[in-house]
């Protein structure tokens, strides 16, 4: 196999359309962060994680209700694997009717299917709800907490230690405050939106406070009315962790994620994260850089057929998410074979095709062949066979008495 590397400066169009000015805006960080001391943020390209801007991203600090987060992956990811459905019933215990802070009332004895409260978790941020699920799902609050902690080392949250089930603050000297950061928050982020079932609760814009009730709630998330590509995640507030957001929006393809923490003032945590996400969006473009069916540039030899040479073609689109500032670290590699060798069917994958900035895959498909390429003939096969052998005979001369 051989592989071609080519920079980006050889993608032609593709790369100049990446090449556009960027806005310009009235607003700055710090006119949305006067008088804040202890802030961290961070916002994030979905995809491929790629810092757009950040401030004390690693500070470790409680992250509220932030964390309900980490059940709706969870839960999302046992409705995938058929582990448990979201009519299954759930009995509320003792404990979860007794939460406090915010809640949707739950009553000792009371039967929600798992859907309800998963709605009531992400959109009115359930502290009730998140223990009714916690325990009814996993059999205590101790067995989550567990699991809890297990998934976020699998998903490379370093920083990250949970012990509560939905953000509240301790209820004794002996039990820590959850932690974690920014960048952690970030990461479970970027997981939660690749589910669809996690996207369509956190971006409900009401709920019924309970399904017997007619009593309709906003989301706490204002951004989903405040900012018109925005469509979740999720809120967070205890006096130790401040006002905190973790948000998502989505334009011309590509989504972002902010998170912003430590805000002593409510409404300035969604508009510092609008203006993260609305900055983000003004240096990031979405490109095509390979049509699917569009023969690559470089063709490659086939032996044992009348077609001496064919182009590959990707077997799909690909597509590219990238910064303006850093178009020109985005490298392409081409995988193949130094010749083929007929017959080929159409559709007969013989290499790849790949992207990626900074040793990183951005994205990366197979390359076939577009047509089938037949086997030569017999005719054709001697007649090649005796052009060789005359240009590999060596050469005679006569010699002259």
Same mark, same amino acid.
């Given at each position: 196999?051989?592989? =071609? ?32 001391? =202890? ?33 709706? #992956? ?80 699998? #998903? ?9 089930? =939905?953000?509240?603050? %301790?209820?004794?000297?002996?039990? %820590? ?33 309970? %399904? ?82 569009? %023969? ?21 689109? &690909? ?33 790849? &095709?790949? &992207? ?12 076939? &062949? ?11 096969? #001697? ?19």
């Amino acid at each position: 196999m051989r592989e =071609n590397a080519v920079f980006c400066r050889g993608l032609g169009l593709a790369v100049a359309a990446l090449l556009c000015a960027l806005g310009s805006h009235a607003q700055t960080v710090a006119q949305y962060t006067a008088g804040e001391n =202890n802030l961290s943020y961070l916002v994030i390209e979905a995809e491929t994680g790629f810092v757009l801007a950040e401030h004390n991203a690693d500070e470790v600090r409680p992250p509220a209700s932030m964390l309900k987060m980490m059940m709706m #992956l969870l839960v999302a990811e046992g409705i995938e694997d058929g582990s448990w459905s979201l009519n299954d019933e759930i009995v509320t215990s003792r404990k979860a009717a007794e939460m406090w802070g915010s809640q949707v009332y739950l009553r000792e004895g009371e039967v929600w299917t798992l859907g309800d409260l998963m709605v009531a978790v992400s959109v009115r941020s359930a502290n009730d709800g998140a223990m009714a699920v916690a325990e009814g799902l996993w059999g205590s609050e101790e067995a989550y907490l567990e699991r809890m902690n297990e998934r976020a080392l699998e #998903l490379g949250m370093v920083d990250t230690k949970f012990h509560s089930v =939905n953000g509240l603050p %301790p209820s004794d000297n002996n039990t %820590p405050f959850d932690q974690t950061t920014a960048r952690d928050m970030a990461i479970l982020a970027q997981w939660c939106v690749t589910h669809p079932q996690i996207m369509e609760w956190v971006g409900m814009r009401q709920m019924n406070v309970a %399904p017997r009730s007619q009593d309709r709630r906003n989301n706490t998330n204002r951004l989903l009315t405040q900012m018109p590509d925005a469509d979740g995640l999720k809120t967070g507030y205890i006096r130790a962790a401040g006002y905190c957001v973790t948000a998502t929006a989505e334009r011309n393809g590509v989504r972002l994620i902010a998170v912003v923490m430590g805000f002593q003032n409510s409404n300035n945590r969604f508009h510092l994260a609008e203006h993260l996400l609305t900055e983000g969006f003004d240096s990031m473009r979405r490109v095509l850089l390979f049509a699917q069916g569009e %023969p690559m540039e470089d063709s490659i030899e086939v032996r044992n057929s009348e077609a001496q040479r064919v182009h590959l073609q990707p077997l799909d689109d &690909v597509w590219v998410s990238v910064h303006v500032d850093s178009v020109y670290d985005l490298e392409v590699i081409t995988t193949s074979p130094a010749h083929l060798r007929a017959p080929l069917g159409a559709g007969a994958e013989v290499g790849r &095709v790949r &992207v990626q900035m900074n040793g990183s895959v951005l994205a990366e498909t197979p390359l076939i &062949v577009a047509e089938a390429v037949e086997e030569a003939g017999w005719r054709w096969k #001697l007649k090649h066979s005796l052009l060789r052998n005359l240009q590999t005979q060596p050469a005679t001369t006569t010699a002259q008495r």
